[in-house]
């Protein structure tokens, strides 16, 4: 009996004493196993980290510069070719609202194709309604970052349409381009006295005084003189409409129709509609063109239906003579009209103020003297000491029912 108690009392110590040896041993491959999983998730982790990095540094910048110019894409991008209301390039709401992504989300294209379309009997149609709010390329704007692919454009507006209020255009970088994802709008109230005297000033030059007078009908009113000459406006404190008139209390004129009307002719022509650039034209007096500021008495000039089909013929035209050289200016129609696509953001915008630019004498006014005459004009180039400046003017002059229709469109350069 006591050889068989020691035995099993040996073995057992022998066995305590493996469990023990076996121990650490099973601690260790815990341990590794743990070490591995701990170099797997710091492997997972740099390279997430890595692409975080990638993706980052692949967004292009997005400048003001840039930013306008996606704004301006997004508003030549919503306008489309008409013929009586039908849509030319586009057969279905699907096509057209694929062609309105390219620069802006899809929300927004689906929006504009249920508030701007309709389908009628297999037409793509356009409705008549008011357009939607754009940037306005003459007016400051904020742009505010709201992380690296949004950023935010704020401008503060007012028309009769909208009111006093701010615009929020957000844009989104989407993997391949920045995009137009969405536009909102605050009200704002009032106009203050400071942003009506500036409007004001948008709608003259440098040279002229603007004071403050009074306040009649809801609308600031302010005394500008230039050279001796003074001309009321006013500003509606709430849609910023501009209203100007030759004495304090003269037949006011509409500036911000008149300004509007000629950006809408201005971005026709660049779209290359002549169709939306025809319904403008003077039904009697029709369409005149000139190549410089001083207009010739056998100037080019169209009827008003001609207007929409002159791209489709080839017909060369003779617009003037080439100033210097003396040879003659010869092209077709859709050749000349190259030339108003520079305009549609112009360095200055001004109405009834008509500066003598370069040599050529500006005879506009004398040529129609009842005329409202908008000026798109861009300075030119440090480099070149402004000598590459050139404008565009919008002649304008009441027609049938008293409506303001276009009467000419008139280029202005630098000539020797």
């Known amino acids: 009996m006591r050889i068989l108690i020691c035995f099993l009392t040996i073995t057992s110590l022998v066995l305590v004493g493996c469990n023990q040896e076996e121990s650490p041993s099973e601690n260790n ?9 701990n170099q ?58 694929n062609h309105y992504q390219t620069i802006m989300s899809k929300e927004l294209a689906t929006s504009f194709i249920n508030d701007f379309y309709r389908m009628d009997n297999g037409q793509l149609q356009l409705l008549a309604t008011e357009a939607p709010s754009w940037l306005d390329s003459s007016k400051s704007f904020q742009l505010e970052q709201i992380d690296n692919k949004t950023y935010h454009v704020t401008q503060e507006q007012s028309n009769e ?21 969405s536009v909102k709008s605050e009200d704002l109230g009032e106009i203050s ?11 003259t030059s440098e040279e002229v005084e603007v004071s403050f007078s009074h306040e009649q009908n809801n609308r600031y009113v302010y005394k500008v003189t230039n050279d001796k000459k003074e001309t009321w406006y006013s500003v509606d404190k709430l849609s910023g409409q501009v209203m100007m008139s030759q004495t304090e209390n003269g037949d006011p004129v509409d500036l911000t129709g008149i300004k509007n009307m000629s950006i809408e002719i201005v971005e026709a022509l660049a779209n290359e509609n002549l169709a939306k650039v025809s319904t403008f034209v003077h039904s009697e007096k029709g369409l ?29 035209y003779r617009w003037g003579v080439e100033d210097g050289s003396g040879k003659p200016m010869e092209s077709t129609a859709r050749e000349y009209f190259e030339r108003y696509k520079d305009f549609t953001n112009p360095d200055k915008i001004l109405i009834n103020n008509i500066k003598q630019r370069g040599n050529t ?56």
Do not use: C
């Open 193 to 203: 006295k400071e942003n009506a005297k500036t409007t004001v000033l948008n709608f």
């Open 361 to 416: 004498v500006n005879n506009i006014k004398d040529k129609f003297p009842n005329s409202h005459v908008v000026e798109f004009h861009n300075t030119g180039t440090k480099a070149n000491s402004h000598m590459d400046w050139s404008s565009l003017y919008v002649v304008l002059e009441k027609g049938e029912h008293g409506t303001l229709q276009l009467v000419a469109l008139v280029s202005g350069e630098w000539t020797i």
């Open 288 to 316: 005149l063109i000139s190549p410089y500021q001083y207009i010739e008495d056998n100037a080019v000039r169209f009827e008003k239906e001609t207007v929409t089909n002159l791209y489709s013929n080839n017909t060369v």
């Open 29 to 37: 491959t815990e341990t590794q196993e743990d070490k591995n999983n």
């Open 40 to 97: 797997d998730q710091s492997t997972d982790s740099n390279s997430n980290s890595e692409q975080t990095n990638e993706d980052e540094t692949s967004i292009p910048n997005l400048t003001k510069e840039k930013a306008q110019d996606i704004l301006s894409t997004y508003k030549e991008t919503f306008s489309v070719e008409t013929t009586n209301g039908n849509v030319n390039n586009y057969d279905t709401k699907e096509e057209l609202s």
């Open 161 to 181: 349409l909208i009111g006093h209020r701010n615009l929020i255009f957000e844009l989104i970088y989407n993997g391949d381009n920045w995009i137009v994802q």
